[in-house]
């Protein structure tokens, strides 16, 4: 994996061989993002703390949906999630 993008030391970016990225925060994954089939997957502590979802709003701005417009971007994804737009796992 190589380091696509490094927010701060403690929220980056990783693009594996296939075109997956995945995005961490303090160790713990964060979102991924499948290139090839355009599917976000969101999993536990994406919502964890404001600079976890700061950084992930610029994940997914940048990678998978325009969230600028919007300004309770949290409430946008979730009710993405509900949709079934972004897939969510608890594990």
């Known amino acids: 994996m190589e380091i696509k993008t490094r927010y ?4 980056i970016i990783l693009k594996d061989d ?5 995005y961490f925060s303090y160790n713990s994954l ?10 976000l997957t969101l999993f536990k502590k994406w919502d964890y703390s404001q ?6 709003y610029r994940f997914i701005n940048y990678y998978f949906y325009d969230l ?12 993405m999630i509900k949709e079934n737009k972004i897939k969510y796992v608890e594990g």
Do not use: Q
Not at 18 to 22: C, D, F, S
Not at 74 to 79: G, H, P
């Open 18 to 22: 296939k075109g997956v990225l995945y």
């Open 30 to 39: 964060i979102a991924k993002y499948d290139t090839k089939k355009d599917i």
């Open 68 to 79: 600028t417009a919007f300004a309770n971007k949290k409430s946008v994804i979730e009710k």
């Open 51 to 56: 600079t976890t979802l700061k950084y992930l």
């Open 8 to 11: 701060n030391n403690n929220n």
